[in-house]
């Protein structure tokens, strides 16, 4: 302690806030993890506008089109799609353990949109294989994560 009042405050970097489970894996595994993290409520954002399927699925079978067979088909599979994402929403955010396999089936699904739904595809399913511990009962939360590598970062340089 310094008898200076003008000097800048000393922060504590050995001070280890967090879960010490985080603690204990090598740097490595929890950049990966970090990376999955972000990735994953990255995707979530990405799923908030597949809800516009489901909005408009509501609209094409109300309007004036609904009584034809191709509109309703349309409606059903916008239907369909609509809640997937609204689900992909909730499970990338709350990240219970069957987000991660529903986050995989919209990965899949995302492949098939040729090109830019690839990149996200494959992206995705990288960060769901990578962020296993993410999920369940278990899981590690997102904060948690982000706050002990920004910590552990700091006093790596």
Known sequence: MTDNVYAPPRANLETQEGPPELWQIEFKRLKRLYNASHTIRALGFLYALGIFGLVSAIALSSGTYARSGYAAGLAAMLFLFGGLSL????SSFTRPRWGRWLG?????????SIPVGTVIGIFGLIAYAQG??????????????????????????
Do not use: E, I, S
């Open 132 to 157: 296993g511990r993410l999920f369940g009962a278990g899981r590690l939360k997102h904060k948690d994560v982000v706050d002990v590598y920004k910590q552990r970062k700091r006093t790596q340089t």
């Open 87 to 90: 689900l992909g929403v909730v």
């Open 104 to 112: 995989v089936v919209l990965c899949v699904l995302t492949l098939l």
